[in-house]
């Protein structure tokens, strides 16, 4: 990773310049950082597993015409990705209240809720990714109407298929962060899920104990940080044995674009 050329260093990743253009590499770091910066640590072999988990979402995803960003995984700790233009909006969804929702409703954690919430976040660090309504994503030229549409069909679809996926290996998926990009291919442009789908940005519960295996072990002092991963690895079939050989000879995850509506 010494000699490309590095375009962005963010709190868990890094970004390369790829081999092609349009192309970017992702560099899964160790680095874990929560409540906006203030508490950080490194914990070993964290950044293996998030790449690993991540790159089999959006494998998956892509496999039900969920268009991605993801091409291939290169080594344990990069993934090839097609460049996009990320829309500075983080997309939260809830299934069962945990976290910020909690703190800023007074509402207890571990409630289902009766229909899932959509909630958006302006990713702006220094103003502590404040929560914005669609109002404000239209009126500030964040992404369009017709984007933010395309935004929330996709994330549905997302939620409904991890809901399950997660379900049937016994976990609840309790809410989960996304990000989107647009992408260009001959002059027209697509809505791309990007970022990374892991630990890091999904609350993940045993299905049978409410056991936390997600960055929520690491906010709450919980322990077990990465063995927490690597059991969500292990339940998704994830073996530690599989080297960076078992999905670096296959084919690129094609992109699938939708059809224009
Ligand atoms: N395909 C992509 N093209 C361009 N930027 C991307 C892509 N996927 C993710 N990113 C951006 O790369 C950064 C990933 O690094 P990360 O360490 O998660 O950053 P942050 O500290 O900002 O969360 C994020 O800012 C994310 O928006
Ligand atoms: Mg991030």
């Not at 039900?64 to 969804?93: A, C, D, K, S, Y």
């Not at 958006?120 to 984007?147: N, Q």
């Amino acid at each position: 990773m010494s000699r490309r050329r590095r375009i962005y260093e963010g709190k868990a990743k890094v970004l390369f310049e790829g081999p092609e253009p349009g192309t970017l590499i992702q560099y899964f770091k160790d680095d874990t950082t929560a409540f906006n910066n203030q508490k950080k640590d490194v914990l070993s072999g964290k950044g293996v597993l998030n790449n690993r988990i991540s790159a089999y979402l959006m494998t998956k995803l892509a496999e039900i015409g969920v268009p991605t960003h993801f091409m291939r995984r290169l080594n344990m700790r990069e993934q090839l990705v097609r460049e996009v233009e990320i829309i500075p909006i983080e997309v939260v969804v809830r299934n069962i209240t945990a976290g910020s929702f909690c703190k800023r409703f007074g509402v207890p954690e571990g409630q289902v809720l009766e229909r899932s919430i959509i909630e958006y976040f302006y990713k702006k660090d220094e103003l502590g990714d404040p929560l914005v309504s669609e109002e404000h994503i239209t009126a500030f030229k964040w992404a369009t109407p017709h984007e933010l549409d395309e935004i929330v069909a996709l994330t549905i679809r997302v939620n409904d298929f991890l809901s399950g996926l997660f379900l049937g290996i016994g976990l609840k998926l309790v809410d989960f962060k996304l990000e989107f990009g647009r992408m260009w291919t001959n002059d027209e442009m697509h809505i791309v899920l990007a970022d990374e789908i892991s630990p890091d940005n999904c609350r993940l519960w045993d299905a049978q104990t409410n056991e936390k295996l997600d960055k929520d072990r690491f906010r709450q002092d919980l322990g077990r940080v990465v063995e927490a991963y690597q059991e969500v690895a292990r339940r998704l079939g994830l073996t530690p044995e599989d080297g960076p050989a078992d999905t670096a000879a296959t084919p690129l995850t094609p992109l699938v674009i939708p059809p224009a509506r």
